[in-house]
């Protein structure tokens, strides 16, 4: 059976298949390019992370986290409605954003494509919080900008072996 490792190389892969995974959902789904950028986006009073776990040849997290501003923005390009409160619809359309980024990132990998599942998604949102999750063999986090928008993704996560 073959083994996942998370040597430099690797971890460097894993950055690469997270931006084409994130740019492919926003440009398929939402018709806008997303880059990834360097800065952390700038904090809302409301912060809202819809969490994907990960289950099998890797267990861990994917998290996007955005400010609400940004979430209203991304369900209201998801849609095609605007948006103007933070409701189900935008908790529904973070969760599917985030559930499309993951399955694009570990569809990438051939043993994470067929041997990792993914769980439904978990929205939370407040003004105060943090999500605790057990030390990883790898962490990554990248930031990205759709139009005027920018958000984090970040990838919290150990091989099975």
């Not at 084409?20 to 939402?30: C, G, I, N, T, Y």
């Not at 928008?149 to 099975?160: K, N, Q, V």
Request: with cysteine; proline share 4%; hydrophobic share 40%.
């Amino acid at each position: 059976m073959a083994s996942l490792t998370t040597g430099a190389a690797e971890f460097g892969a894993y950055a690469e298949y997270l931006d084409a995974a994130v740019d492919e959902v926003f440009s398929m789904m939402m018709g806008e390019p997303c880059t990834p950028v360097n800065e952390s986006p700038m904090e809302e009073r409301e912060t809202i992370s819809a969490v994907i776990g990960l289950a099998g040849a890797m267990s861990g997290t994917c998290v996007l986290r955005v400010g609400e501003q940004v979430a209203m923005a991304m369900a209201s390009t998801l849609s095609g409605v605007t948006v103007e409160t933070i409701d189900d619809t935008v908790k529904d359309a973070l969760g599917e954003i985030s559930n499309m980024v993951a399955g694009a990132w570990k569809g990438r990998q051939p043993l994470l494509a067929s041997g990792c599942m993914l769980s439904t998604p978990t929205v939370v949102s407040g003004t105060h919080y943090q999500l605790h999750i057990q030390k990883p063999e790898f962490r990554i986090e990248r930031y990205y900008r759709f139009s005027e928008c920018s958000f984090g993704i970040s990838l919290t996560c150990e091989s099975m072996q």
